[in-house]
C-alpha cells in the first residue's frame, strides 16, 4: 500500500494535501508510507475512495490515478 500512497499522493498534490483530502494528519499519512509501517483499513477504505479505484485496486499494488487537470473541459 506504501507504493499507492506515494502514486495518489502524487497525483493529489502531495501528501498534506492528500492528508486533508482524506481526513487526517500528514503525518499519519508520512507514517503510513514508511517502510513496516502497516496503514489501517481504514485507511485504505478512505485512500481508494480519493483515488477512485475500489479497495481491491489499491491493495493489489496496481493503482493507476490520473491527476487532476483544472481549466481543461472534458
Known sequence: MKVAIHKIAKARGGYIALAVKI???????????RPGSRPSPGLAIRLAAVAGVPVEVL???KVVVAPIVIGVAA
Request: charged letters at 0%.
Open 23 to 33: 481526513g487526517i494528519p500528514p503525518s499519519t499519512l508520512y507514517h503510513a508510507a
Open 59 to 61: 491493495l493489489g499494488g
